[in-house]
């Protein structure tokens, strides 16, 4: 498997899936336009970007085929495997400093982050320039389970950053330590190998390590090496890492900023992470994520997919996969495709799927012979199998996701389309016309 970013790097270079851009861009909003252009085909590698000396790439886990084969399976093996590691995680392995190569240079004092990192700033309304891929690790204080998670950092000083953090495992932490007066140790890994980057976005319920997620995914422990200046451990692999603290009773303005739905989060008072120390490979490479790219989009989708296929298993053991759809953020809308063998599974299938998230807000429900994955084939069995009054239920008023804007603070309507094909149906009629040996067709072998 892929241990560090710059074997994946090779590897999506390889393979056709990575362009490289000679040509010098500005950090500002020219090299995310570039890279957003180029989702969901290629990553990109930005050999010079004005004003800094150190490459930055960008979508470089940006089609389900990439992760797929970052995963050593199949696209349609994603979603399974990813729920088999996160059910069998693998501990890690501690490595001696001079071994880990993101201890090749040790920076403790006088470092200004703006100066040494290309930071790009994305969207028009962003605040400035974000960290936007670091993986954030950090203990808890109770019972010293390390957390992998990402957040948006916003650059507020030479060493100072703003961050957003959601109400999950890390701010249960933090807020642990400020009731203690304490600060929180934190490590900000940057440029880590492509599952660990997945593992970090799997939802697990508090005290799993991510870290051990990744192992399983690789198959092998992951190695890692403690910190200089705090009790953390971070990928020995990684290109660069900083070390520092979110402080305890401290908040500053952070945002507004371009997120995932394809709004702007707004601005207001947010926790603050000071750098202490910075340590990297020599020649180290910047990564970053454009906000609302696929990139963006599917590191969420696939464990969010692995959760909601196993909850939708329990109720309805005929579903054969599901899917977090691109334009419904890859949160709000799913579509779930089973073998119908009871009447009405179809409606047991989206209530499963409501309860296992609060960010699931339209559900479509279809037969086996829908490619879940085409949008147009989805849209289709809506057009043909659903007649509104018998197959759409509506619930009002449950919770919801305060980043969708139409909410009303987070709280939020529910809605099921049922797509599929009454089972009593005349087979005939609902019968997908083909053409015998069209898949085997290369079209290129009729044309002159
Ligand atoms: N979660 C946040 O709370 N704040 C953020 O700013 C944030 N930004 C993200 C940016 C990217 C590119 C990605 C992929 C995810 C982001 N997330 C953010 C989501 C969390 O990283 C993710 O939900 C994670 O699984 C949370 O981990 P936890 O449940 O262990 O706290």
């Not at 069998?88 to 240079?105: G, H, M, T, W, Y």
């Not at 991510?210 to 403690?226: M, N, S, W, Y």
């Not at 529910?414 to 087979?427: C, N, Q, Y």
């Amino acid at each position: 498997s892929y241990r560090t970013l710059r074997s994946w790097l090779e590897a999506l270079e390889t393979r056709g899936y990575m362009k490289k851009v000679k040509r010098e861009v500005d950090p500002v909003f020219e090299l995310a336009a570039v890279a957003k252009k180029a989702d969901g085909q290629w990553a990109v590698k930005f050999e010079k970007v004005r004003g800094y000396s150190m490459p930055v790439v960008a979508g470089i886990l940006s089609t389900r085929q990439m992760i797929a084969e970052a995963m050593g399976v199949s696209i349609a093996e994603v979603v399974t495997k990813f729920a088999g590691a996160q059910a069998n995680p693998v501990p890690c392995r501690l490595i001696n400093r001079e071994q880990a190569p993101v201890k090749e240079v040790i920076i403790r004092d006088h470092f200004d982050l703006v100066s040494m990192l290309p930071i790009p700033t994305h969207h028009e309304k962003d605040a400035g320039p974000y960290i936007t891929a670091a993986l954030l690790i950090a203990k808890d204080p109770l019972t010293g389970v390390r957390n992998v998670s990402i957040h948006r950092l916003q650059v507020l000083g030479p060493n100072k950053l703003g961050i957003l953090i959601l109400p999950r495992h890390l701010w249960h932490m933090f807020q642990k330590a400020e009731e203690n007066d304490q600060p929180l140790e934190v490590a900000l890994v940057i440029g880590a190998d492509p599952l660990t980057l997945l593992a970090s976005q799997a939802i697990t319920p508090p005290g799993v390590d991510e870290l051990e997620i990744a192992g399983a995914l690789h198959g092998e422990p992951l190695q890692l090496v403690k910190c200089e200046t705090v009790d953390v451990e971070v990928p020995a692999h990684a290109e660069i890492v900083l070390e520092g603290r979110l402080l305890p009773g401290v908040r500053e303005m952070e945002g507004p900023f371009g997120e995932y739905p394809k709004y702007y989060g707004p601005a207001s008072k947010k926790p603050v992470i000071v750098i202490e120390a910075v340590t990297c490979r020599r020649q180290p490479i910047y990564q970053t994520i454009v906000a609302a790219t696929k990139e963006h989009l599917l590191l969420g989708a696939i464990p969010r997919e692995a959760g909601l296929f196993q909850i939708v298993k329990q109720a309805v053991p005929a579903v054969q996969a599901v899917h977090l759809t691109p334009g419904g953020t890859c949160r709000y809308h799913a579509v779930i495709a089973i073998d119908k063998k009871n009447e009405g599974e179809a409606k047991n299938a989206m209530f499963a799927a409501f309860a296992s998230s609060a960010e699931i807000k339209h559900v479509v429900v279809v037969d086996k012979d829908v490619d879940i994955f085409n949008s147009e084939d989805v849209e289709w069995a809506i057009a043909t199998r659903c007649q509104a009054s018998r197959d759409v239920i509506i619930i009002s008023g449950a919770h919801g996701n305060k980043l969708d804007p139409s909410s009303d603070d987070g709280v939020s309507d529910k809605m099921g389309i049922d797509a599929t094909v009454p089972l009593g149906a005349p087979a005939e009629r609902f019968e997908k016309i083909k053409i015998p040996g069209f898949e085997k067709i290369r079209l290129e072998e009729y044309l002159g």
